[in-house]
Nanobody, 125 residues
Framework: QVQLVESGGGSVQAGGSLRLSCAASERTFSSYVMGWFREAPGKEREFVAA????????KYADSVKGRFTVSRDSQKNTVYLQMNDLKPEDTATYYC??????????????????WGQGTQVTVSS
């Protein structure tokens, strides 16, 4: 029943920026932790960032800390991932997901039960 749709991906040069969006269909969207994950060819899905339902707390993977910012807009039922100073190693398909929790910022994919279809991000050197 819950649908998540990512958008905003594309191809950029190293050092560039992109802003990803994740629109949710669920009315209770603001009650759940939302996370961003990425998956590169031949690699397992990895945690990128997460945010609590209220937007008051966030968590980031060490590899993106200081470069990426996660936020949410309850009025639009949308979560964002602002990505600055992009590097070639950031190339991957990015997914947003809804957690089973209302406030625990888990880094494990198994703790999230609804997923979007993904949006491709390609960074060239």
């Amino acid at each position: 029943q819950v649908q998540l749709v990512e958008s905003g991906g594309g191809s950029v040069q190293a050092g560039g920026s992109l802003r990803l969006s994740c629109a949710a269909s669920e009315r209770t969207f603001s009650s759940y932790v939302m996370g961003w994950f990425r998956e590169a060819p031949g690699k397992e899905r990895e945690f990128v960032a997460a945010i609590t339902g209220s937007g008051g707390y966030t968590k980031y993977a060490d590899s993106v800390k200081g470069r990426f910012t996660v936020s949410r807009d309850s009025q639009k039922n949308t979560v964002y991932l602002q990505m600055n100073d992009l590097k070639p190693e950031d190339t991957a398909t990015y997914y947003c997901a809804r957690s089973l929790s209302s406030n625990f910022l888990s880094v494990f994919p198994r703790e999230y039960n609804y997923w979007g279809q993904g949006t491709q991000v390609t960074v060239s050197s």
